[in-house]
């Protein structure tokens, strides 16, 4: 079992910044991805970026030049450093962990971490 704690939202005005963190702790087996998604009210919850054990990322078209998805030193840490922020970036960010467990993938996620924009 792994848990998630997300940490980092809060409310911007348009054209500001906000740095996300994400904290893993539990048994880690084979690491893959970990990422961030987003769900803004009424909407399904979307990828915004992803960073694979290697250190490869892939974004959300929306989010390309604006956020930036980065590893931390500990295993299990990922932060989402939001620049340019506008209010379609409101909605809840959902921290996500992937890794490889007796052969088999399995998706963990955390609580999430409210991002508010106002224009």
């Known amino acids: 079992q792994v848990q998630l704690v997300e940490s980092g939202g809060g409310w911007v005005q348009a054209g500001g910044s906000l740095r996300l963190s994400c904290a893993a702790s539990?048994?880690?087996?084979?690491?893959?991805?970990m990422g961030w998604y987003r769900q803004a009210p009424g909407k399904q919850r979307e990828l915004v970026a992803t960073i694979s054990n290697g250190g490869i990322t892939n974004y959300a078209d929306s989010a390309k030049g604006r956020f930036t998805i980065s590893r931390g030193n500990n295993r299990g840490t990922v932060y989402l450093q939001m620049n340019s922020l506008n209010s379609e970036d409101t909605g809840v960010y959902f921290c996500?962990?992937?890794?490889?467990?007796?052969?088999?993938?399995?998706?963990?996620w955390g609580q999430g971490t409210q991002v508010t924009v106002s224009s």
């Open positions: 539990g048994s880690f087996f084979i690491l893959n991805d």
């Open positions: 996500n962990l992937n890794q490889t467990e007796w052969r088999l993938p399995r998706d963990y």
